[in-house]
């Protein structure tokens, strides 16, 4: 979301077959008119599974990704300024090109860019970028467990809170660790595991508890279904909250008291 409320939308599969390549357009959601609308200029690289980050100056970091193919893996990212819509390349390369990985503003406007996948394999390895050169630098520790298609929350404590994903090479079986990264010293440290294993899910900081996991999934087959229970961290273990009326894929979020909202079907649960 931009600092004015509307929403960028950026790259994606340009087209309905898995199959189709990454597009390099983007659009911009004005909610209070209800329109879409390209931008001025499309991104410099086509782009699917990358991150967007809003930074603290208005404008939004575009990270990784897959480029044209599966096997085009983007070490590359712009910036999107909206005052005229258009993207800038950023001179710099990532460290390791990665796509599935999360991308987590800083409190002190670095952005922590962690896991992924690579080459085929599963990453444990993070970056910051920083704005202010702008360069990227690898972090000296690796995370615990590699992550993609994790979530990461920045806590109030101003660490990072990286969660399930999958842990293995042929990124199909989901881990229930979770892990804090702590910027003043650039390390991670494990911290209490989840009950239930979780990739591709949503994690949210609240004011009322340290942070909220929800939904995912635990391995991916053929008969995957999402799962239907949610769990609360606070501040060093994980506790199990109802479960979902009904399957919900995806859902939003809507917080203040924790409510979760699908579509149509205004069946919801409140945690507070």
């Known amino acids: 979301m931009l600092a004015d409320g509307r929403v960028l939308i950026t790259g994606g599969r340009g087209g309905t077959a898995i199959s189709s390549p990454a597009t390099a357009t983007a659009e911009i959601y004005d909610p209070i008119a209800g ?18 980050t809003a930074l603290a100056d208005g404008t939004v970091l575009i990270v990784g990704g897959v480029g044209a193919n599966l096997l085009s893996t983007q070490n590359t990212a ?7 819509g258009s993207f800038t390349l950023v001179t710099a390369t990532l460290v390791t090109a990665r796509f ?27 970056e910051i970028y920083n704005p202010s050169v702008p360069s990227f630098t690898a972090v000296p520790a690796s995370m615990n467990s590699p992550r993609s298609l994790f979530n990461a929350v920045l806590l109030p404590t101003g660490k990072a809170l990286l969660v399930g994903g999958f842990s293995d ?15 003043s010293n650039a390390s991670f440290t494990p911290t209490g595991s989840m009950s239930t294993a979780r990739s591709v899910l949503h994690c949210q900081s609240t004011s009322e508890r340290t942070g909220l996991g929800f939904r995912g999934l635990s391995a991916i087959t053929a008969s995957s279904t999402f799962l239907g229970t949610a769990e609360v961290y606070d501040p060093i273990t994980w506790d199990i909250l109802a479960d979902w009326l009904s399957e919900r894929v995806p859902c939003t979020t809507d917080f203040g008291d924790a409510q979760r909202w699908h579509g149509s079907r205004h069946a919801g649960r409140k945690y507070r």
């Open 35 to 52: 329109t879409f609308a390209l931008t001025a200029s499309p991104m410099n690289f086509p782009r699917r599974l990358h991150t967007a």
């Open 169 to 183: 090479s042929t990124g199909t079986i989901a881990t229930a660790t979770a892990e804090l990264y702590d910027p």
């Open 78 to 84: 712009e910036i999107f300024d909206p005052k005229n």
């Open 100 to 126: 599935l990985h999360t991308a987590t503003l800083l409190p002190d406007g670095t952005v922590l860019l962690a896991g992924g996948q690579f080459a085929g394999a599963t990453l444990s390895s993070a």
